[in-house]
DNA sequence: GGGGGAGGTGAGAGCGCTCTCGGTGACGGG
DNA sequence: CCCGTCACCGAGAGCGCTCTCACCTCCCCC
């Protein structure tokens, strides 16, 4: 086995089973068309020979690549390292996968490589793309938009004036906003404060925004901007303290810094939920359960995200594939119905926390 | 930009420098052979129409792909959520990025996809491919290995039993372990206890082994078997306290399972470090510095141990084109040196927890 | 009973690239 | 001055597949 054993090829095949090329590519490809009997004997020598199609040969002819490339922007360790892109990748997979896709993932790593990317995906090399950038000034969005490429985009891209057709899934961040703040304003908490993400993401500046639809000009005192990191939620929250000390109820901007609230807030002696109530984002399980107390907070089904994803650009693919003019937006309108911007729903868990 | 405009071919390229398809083709692969003013010639007109070549084509000839996959076989999303994966996969990304090739991810879910993968591999798509598989009983390794593609694994693979030229790369868990245990036993503690990972796992195992090296036969009362959550961890604990309420040490096979350890210590009113001393293993920073008491643990380079893993198998693969008979192992016995598995070291990183 | 379909099947032309191999010009040595 | 050498360049043959046609059976219907 030292040396790879040359592969069988269609014509191998087509020997082997007494017919012509096209025959066993018939078969090979569903197989409409061709007498059973023949049917038969193809799949026989198919499987003798263990033929797999060469998918650079086919792929030369069609065009079609069935490999669709995952972009995940995120020049920050941080974020990359937390579980949100492992469980959008899983979906993703899974969904692809069922669809015969392949995932080709390309990971970005400051400026430079926007370009490599970019290139890469106006290469052709793969027939789409899933985009994920969290940054409101990232070039990348409007470069990928550039190449061409059937995209659809993770979170509601920055530049996103509504005008133009992107496509896009994101969860219900101001709903799930709104949920949660109306929550602790039903526990008869009066001073709710909000403790933000980075604004420059929209994930967090449409967090504030439902924060806001609630509490309305509850004015700057109880906002506080931080970074999604627990280290964040603490420096947070002991201005917020210093600055207010009869807040009695806090809405964090994700898990992670709801953990570092909590963690400030038994440091100076207040008790969760009894003196300041504590609601998060996210709902990552291995965070908010392990809290103490267990955090009450919003949950997103990020897996499911990145399944919506898959199967948004798949279909998109496929209509263009039927014939049917697709714009690059992945094919907006089209019998079928458009493909348009999802939004998924957010739910709040309650535990102990508030 | 409704349809694809058809990408220009070297054919076309060829035309307008006023060459050979032959040449446009050097200049394109390095350029060397060429005249410079013809390479001055040829480059231009790539750029004017800006070309991309067609991989598929070029793989159709040349037999490689310029990609390779990763295989990340986990059934259990637990793990694949921990920020381990991401890790890897960054290094990884990193390292095939910067040799101009692609990274094409495969998640398995469950035993029927093992044949899909297998399959996938086997059929030629990728020059090799990077195989995480953390459980003893896998079958993925072998049928992965009968494939008959060049193969990297990350860790140590369970059926390892020396013999087969395997090529992996893995952290010293039985050194840092070892490292763990005698701060421990330095810091002048006599019941140093250890609560292990899944024993199906060669990382469990191997920091048992290293525990073991150290307490000698402390005997079975002071290990306890746990999973690597902090749920597990914590019910570990609690085991350990019912049984030997003497403890005054804790080796935790992870950081989550330390974590879980410290809750469990501060509800139980035990003080840490002083009544008993926690030492973990990660050195996941999320988790280890947002501890109470910051964690001491030993740390291993994720990241690193992508990009070494890369980096043999790229090295392999090139032995190979480079018409070295390098069998599937991704060459063994070579000038340069043989490809042999590899371990990295790992470090104790000391905070307050012990 | 013959003509027209319809349903199957095969021949052949590429898809865009690499790579071998033969040709061509410049140059130096005999 | 001629020929061998060398460095460079182009022609052409595929790589393994799909897909369009043309062809060839049958079978049905008039």
Redesign the pocket.
């Known amino acids: 086995m030292s040396d790879t054993v040359?592969?069988p090829?269609?014509?191998a095949v087509a020997a082997r089973a007494?017919?012509?090329?096209?025959?066993v590519?018939?078969v090979?490809?569903g197989g409409d068309?061709?007498?059973e009997p023949?049917v038969e004997r193809v799949r026989r020598a198919v499987e003798e020979l263990g033929?797999v199609?060469?998918q650079a040969?086919?792929s030369?002819?069609?065009k079609r690549h069935d490999a669709v490339a995952v972009v995940i922007a995120e020049p920050e360790t941080r974020v990359f390292a937390d579980p949100f892109f492992a469980l959008q990748l899983r979906g993703i997979s899974k969904e692809l996968t069922a669809h015969d896709n392949q995932l080709v993932l390309l990971l970005t790593e400051g400026r430079d490589d926007h370009a490599r990317v970019a290139r890469y995906l106006a290469g052709g090399h793969v027939d789409g793309a899933l985009v994920f950038s969290l940054h409101v000034d990232d070039p990348l969005p409007g470069l990928i938009q550039g190449a061409g490429v059937p995209t659809v985009f993770g979170g509601r891209p920055g530049w996103g004036d509504g005008t133009r057709d992107v496509v896009y899934v994101d969860s219900d961040n101001r709903g799930g906003a709104r949920a949660a703040v109306r929550h602790l304003v039903g526990l008869g908490r009066t001073r709710v404060a909000h403790i933000t993400g980075p604004l420059d993401q929209t994930s967090a500046a449409d967090r504030l925004q439902g924060y806001r639809d609630v509490m309305g000009d509850a004015g700057p005192r109880l906002v506080v901007e931080s970074d999604f990191t627990p280290g964040g939620g603490e420096r947070a929250m002991r201005d917020l303290l210093d600055r207010c000390p009869d807040v009695d109820a806090v809405f964090a901007a994700n898990d992670l810094t709801a953990s570092g609230v909590l963690r400030v807030l038994r440091e100076r002696g207040r008790r969760v939920p009894e003196d300041v109530a504590v609601v998060g984002f996210d709902d990552m399980v291995p965070v908010a359960e392990q809290t103490d107390p267990p955090l009450t907070t919003v949950r997103q089904d990020i897996e499911e995200m990145g399944r919506i994803m898959t199967r948004l650009l798949l279909r998109g693919l496929d209509r263009r594939n039927t014939g049917e003019a697709a714009p690059d937006g992945v094919g907006t309108t089209a019998p079928g119905g458009p493909v348009l911007p999802t939004v998924l729903p957010t739910t709040l868990v309650r535990r102990a926390s508030a």
């Not at 007494?18 to 025959?23: D, E, F, K, L, P």
């Open positions: 040359p592969r090829t269609l014509e007494g017919v012509s090329r096209a025959t590519s018939r090979v490809n068309g061709v007498r023949l033929y199609p060469n040969a086919r030369l002819v069609t």
